[in-house]
């Protein structure tokens, strides 16, 4: 069972130690944004973003192959229990890139957005709901988690009610 921890005066987070706690944080992140929310993914290559959505993306019903999608920069998820945006930003050159592919398109519907290196598309990409970070904690991760706006506030709520 996953269990939140004490990370700094007023940081939680949770310690990741396997694959297989990545996938299960992940579904309870489904879980808990209940369909919609716009989520940034931090943390440095191999840190386990994209297992991360992958234990979203099979929350939400998506039995197949999860990759990252680093050259197509989106891949969508049209599921039975909604639409999932997976991004990744990694090879894009520059933030105005975003409104050539259209990205109001993607975020103007009710989803949910997973968006792996945000940083990458800074003045283009609206606010998060949410943040998560990956990061190296012994031999597994840590995530961590913070709330921007009042969706992802309850979002958050709902998150540690469900790691209680």
Not at 34 to 57: D, P, Q, W, Y
Not at 84 to 109: Q, T
Request: with cysteine; net charge negative; hydrophobic share 40%.
């Amino acid at each position: 069972m996953l269990e939140v921890v004490k990370l700094g005066h007023d940081q939680q987070g949770v310690i990741l130690e396997s694959e297989a706690d990545t996938v299960a944080f992940g579904a309870i992140v489904a879980s808990a944004c209940e369909g919609s929310a716009v989520i940034f993914l931090h943390g440095n290559l191999g840190m386990g973003k994209t297992t991360l959505c992958r234990g979203v993306l099979n929350a939400l019903g998506h039995h197949g192959r999860v990759k990252s999608p680093t050259y197509t920069l989106v891949e969508p998820y049209e599921l039975d229990s909604g639409t999932v945006y997976h991004f990744d930003l990694y090879r894009l050159g520059e933030p105005e890139e975003l409104e050539f592919m259209g990205i109001r398109d993607y975020l103007s519907e009710k989803a949910l957005v997973l968006i792996e290196w945000p940083e990458k598309g800074r003045g283009i990409l609206p606010q998060a709901d949410i943040e998560l970070t990956l990061d190296i904690s012994g031999t597994g991760r840590v995530v961590y988690w913070e709330s921007k706006t009042a969706h992802g506030e309850c979002c958050v709520n709902r998150l540690m009610k469900k790691l209680s």
